[in-house]
């Protein structure tokens, strides 16, 4: 089936602080999870990406990991700041060649 | 242009007329994507197009919706006899190849309001 689950729905942080937003994935299919960032009113953009033949990737302040066998992926945010503020959503690629989304994650990060 | 284009901006409707809304991709990409986006929630699936075929309709919610691609390039979502729960945020999306495994860029969409 396809279904990402996203967790939490809701991640409230101290600037400086670290975040962690989790997926969950069904589909064994899957090989492309990417995580796009959608500031208010705003349209969704690609912040980091991770294909099923790594483990982890980063890229400064943000890193993704992935387990295939337990299928789950995560993003981190480290040294969070105000400007992280957003709804940020998972995503999988299923057999199908199509981009399905989680529920999304509201950050905010508090000065 | 250097981005997707999607237009109206804006739509305000009411219940039972129909309405088109319009994609134009980012010149060169071959997948297009439609997903809805209602206050507050996630990026619900609609349709996906390679050239100006649509390998997967799973995602439209009725027989009311509808979508065509014609020349590889603009794309239309077409609802009929819209219903209040059809307001929302349209949101279209391109890719250089199709695969799911490429960034897509996204439009500012189309926000539609049934009255």
């Known amino acids: 089936g396809e279904n990402v689950e996203q967790h939490p729905s809701t991640l409230s942080v101290q600037e400086g602080d670290s975040a962690v937003i989790k997926c969950t994935y069904s589909d064994s299919a899957s090989n492309y999870f990417p995580w796009y960032k959608q500031e208010l009113g705003k349209r969704p953009q690609l912040i980091i990406d991770?294909?099923?033949?790594?483990g982890e990737k980063k890229d400064q302040r943000i890193a993704v990991t992935l387990n295939k066998t337990a299928k789950h992926f995560s993003l981190h945010i480290t040294e969070t700041q105000p400007e992280d503020s957003a709804v940020y959503f998972c995503a999988e690629n299923t057999g199908f060649q199509k981009l399905v989304f989680g529920t999304g994650t509201r950050l905010l990060v508090s000065p | 242009g250097a981005g997707v284009s999607q237009s109206p901006s804006n739509k305000v409707t009411e219940k039972g007329k129909d309405v088109e809304l319009r994609c134009d991709p980012i010149s060169g990409h071959t997948a297009l994507y439609w997903y809805r986006q209602s206050l507050g929630q996630g990026l619900e699936f609609l349709i996906y197009?390679?050239?100006?075929?649509?390998?997967?309709k799973s995602g439209l919610p009725s027989d009311r919706f509808s979508a065509e691609r014609t020349g590889g390039s603009v794309s239309t979502l077409t609802i009929q006899r819209t219903q209040q729960e059809d307001s929302a945020v349209y949101l279209c999306?391109?890719?250089?190849?199709?695969?799911?495994?490429?960034?897509?860029?996204f439009g500012e969409g189309s926000r539609l309001t049934v009255l």
């Open positions: 991770i294909r099923s033949n790594v």
């Open positions: 197009f390679q050239g100006n075929s649509a390998p997967d």
């Open positions: 999306a391109s890719s250089l190849a199709g695969g799911a495994d490429g960034e897509l860029f």
